[in-house]
């Protein structure tokens, strides 16, 4: 059991992490933080116990050369050649999508017909956001949906671990646009599928995305209760 100061610091973390798009790379996250978050990421449940999970973090150099490497795929016009099919969100998804991009580009001062701009805030994907370190998550080839969920678990751990000590994040599913450069980049086995990037630091309170937030639905959008 754990006391009620303890819950309460929980319920604040889960309800006040978001995603952080502009960090300060001047100041790295101390090493010993980071295996720290990492080794109580460990701790997240997996199907059979099997922990597939199979990440790689990035900092220093090895982080300039895959951001090095995918701003030059991206600004070469190059869309990337990604393993799996892009997501698309029909029907009433849609709308969250566009009520989400609509608060993010607003923030950021970037209009709707404002083709370049767009585009410009696209490439930030691949600057890693400025962020000193970038972790790739992924897991074996021959797993499928149900493993994938257990990823997910794990990245959600993560990211709490992260908000919980003063780090922010930002989950990047654009690492899938160029699976072969981060695999080349990081020394990443071809068995291994590229699922997202966390990109993670201290945020640059002063960059405008910053100020994005993202309100949640009613619980009975998403929630049936049958008794």
């Known amino acids: 059991m754990t006391g009620s100061d303890d819950m309460t610091d929980f319920d604040a973390i889960v309800r006040g992490r978001r995603t952080v798009r502009g960090f300060d790379p001047a100041r790295p996250v101390p090493p010993e933080m980071i295996r720290e978050v990492f080794e109580l990421a460990q701790h997240a449940p997996s199907n059979c116990n099997v922990q597939p999970w199979r990440v790689v973090i990035a900092s220093g150099a090895a982080r300039d050369r895959l951001r090095d490497r995918l701003c030059a795929a991206f600004d070469s016009g190059d869309m990337g050649d990604p393993e799996d099919p892009i997501d698309t969100f029909p029907g009433d998804y849609r709308r969250l999508q566009v009520a989400c991009a609509v608060e993010?580009?607003?923030?950021m001062g970037v209009a709707r017909g404002d083709w370049q701009g767009r585009m410009k805030s696209l490439r930030r994907n691949f600057e890693l956001f400025d962020a000193p370190h970038v972790a790739v998550i992924g897991m074996d080839?021959?797993?499928?949906?149900g493993v994938a969920l257990d990823v997910g678990v794990y990245v959600q751990t993560l990211l709490l671990a992260l908000w919980?000590?003063?780090?922010?994040?930002c989950p990047q599913a654009a690492?899938?646009?160029y699976p072969s450069i981060v695999r080349e980049c990081l020394a990443i086995p071809d068995d291994t599928r590229i699922l997202c990037g966390l990109s993670f630091g201290y945020e640059d309170a002063s960059v405008p995305a910053n100020d994005t937030r993202q309100p949640?639905?009613?619980?009975?959008?998403?929630?049936r209760f049958l008794e």
Not at 141 to 145: A, D, T, Y
Not at 164 to 169: L, Q, S
């Open 104 to 107: 993010m580009y607003g923030k």
């Open 141 to 145: 080839k021959r797993f499928g949906l």
């Open 216 to 223: 949640r639905e009613p619980l009975d959008n998403n929630v």
């Open 175 to 177: 690492m899938r646009q």
């Open 164 to 169: 919980g000590r003063g780090v922010g994040c």
